[in-house]
């Protein structure tokens, strides 16, 4: 079965950084994986996917402040995030595509404090 694991959340000053981990036992070579996250009382939202060529793409309320990177073969990404936002408090997700399949870590909670 596979299993996302993500690590690498907490809480943070506004303008502070973190940097999340997601690592996919059970599987190689991924389609591509990516991180989502859901805020309180919104819906789930993408943030940041890689390509298993190593294409990135960014949504515009993160553009230029986070950068996803991995190594896609080991199912293995990161999510390295700079000044911090306190509208970035979420639930992080990780994210693994497949064969047409998607599957979803537990979540790590980012809370950034103004």
């Known amino acids: 079965q596979v299993r996302l694991v993500e690590s690498g959340g907490g809480l943070v000053q506004a303008g502070g950084s973190l940097r999340l981990s997601c690592a996919a036992s059970?599987?190689?070579?991924?389609?591509?994986m990516g991180w989502y996250r859901q805020a309180p009382g919104k819906q789930r939202e993408w943030v940041a996917t890689?390509?298993?060529?190593?294409?990135?793409n960014y949504a515009v309320s993160v553009k230029g402040r986070f950068t996803i990177s991995g190594d896609i073969e080991k199912a293995t990404i990161y999510l390295q995030m700079i000044a911090l936002k306190p509208e970035d408090t979420a639930v992080y997700y990780c994210?693994?595509?497949?064969?047409?399949?998607?599957?979803w870590g537990q979540g790590t909670q980012v809370t950034v404090a103004s």
């Open positions: 994210n693994l595509g497949l064969n047409s399949r998607d599957y």
């Open positions: 059970r599987i190689f070579s991924p389609d591509g």
């Open positions: 890689i390509s298993s060529g190593g294409f990135t």
